[in-house]
């Protein structure tokens, strides 16, 4: 069955520190993989995507994944938090062939502390 | 890129009444678009697949005569929760993907959601 962990329900960071969210997947196909974030009550944004092509990802606000496949893992990363940086975050799996329909880890809640 | 809008953004209803959100994409045709819950402090777990011309699918445990889903057109698909009940708050969400030709190595496009409170 599809499934995607995020084994970090809850991480802290100090502002300026660095990041990695962890991402594992299951997924028979080759798969798509996303993260996402979403501040209190709001909708999802993109941070970054992997299709294909080179497995390191550059994405918006900063932040990198990389795409291992040896290790069904699609970590994400940022060299220095931003308080602004405090948010839920989400990894997704899809595949090409059925059209956007993604599959989404538990989540992890970034708190970011001065 | 493109655009998906999600119509309302929050609504209060009487429990036991009907509530319709509507999930429009502005700018590509959709052929099919995905219907989301988010619990509060919860992932975001997928209801069902809309078609458009045909039935949705709907994945396991969501009732589908609770949550019906219209795929009107290219651009439009509804999703109707009726004699909602407290337990049906939530945060409902929509996406879809522009299809085969039309961009078709992309990710799919969120609405900006609809908060539902059931009262």
């Known amino acids: 069955a599809q499934s995607v962990t995020q084994p970090d329900i809850h991480i802290t960071v100090s502002e300026g520190a660095s990041l990695e969210l962890r991402c594992n997947y299951s997924?028979?196909?080759?798969?798509?993989l996303f993260w996402y974030v979403q501040s209190p009550g709001q909708g999802l944004q993109l941070l970054l995507k992997y299709f294909s092509g080179d497995t390191l990802v550059q994405g918006i606000k900063g932040f990198e994944a990389e795409f291992k496949r040896s290790q069904s893992s699609f970590n994400l990363r940022k060299p220095s938090v931003h308080w602004s940086d405090a948010a839920e975050y989400f990894c997704a799996v899809g595949t090409y062939n059925q059209g956007g329909k993604l599959i989404f880890g538990q989540g992890t809640e970034l708190s970011v502390k001065p | 890129g493109a655009v998906v809008s999600q119509h309302p953004s929050w609504v209060i209803c009487k429990s036991g009444t009907s509530v319709k959100i509507e999930c429009r994409s502005l700018?590509?045709?959709?052929?099919?678009m995905f219907w989301y819950r988010q619990f509060p402090k919860q992932s975001l777990m997928l209801m069902a697949t809309?078609?458009?011309?045909?039935?949705?699918?709907?994945e396991q445990g969501v009732e589908k005569d609770k949550f019906l889903i219209n795929h009107a057109s290219l651009t439009l698909s509804t999703l109707t929760v009726t004699s909602a009940h407290p337990e049906d708050s939530s945060f409902y969400i929509c996406s879809a993907r522009p299809p085969i030709g039309q961009g078709a190595n992309t990710e799919a496009f969120f609405g900006q959601g609809t908060r539902l409170t059931v009262v």
């Open positions: 997924y028979g196909a080759t798969p798509y």
């Open positions: 700018d590509f045709q959709a052929t099919t």
């Open positions: 809309s078609n458009e011309g045909s039935k949705a699918t709907y």
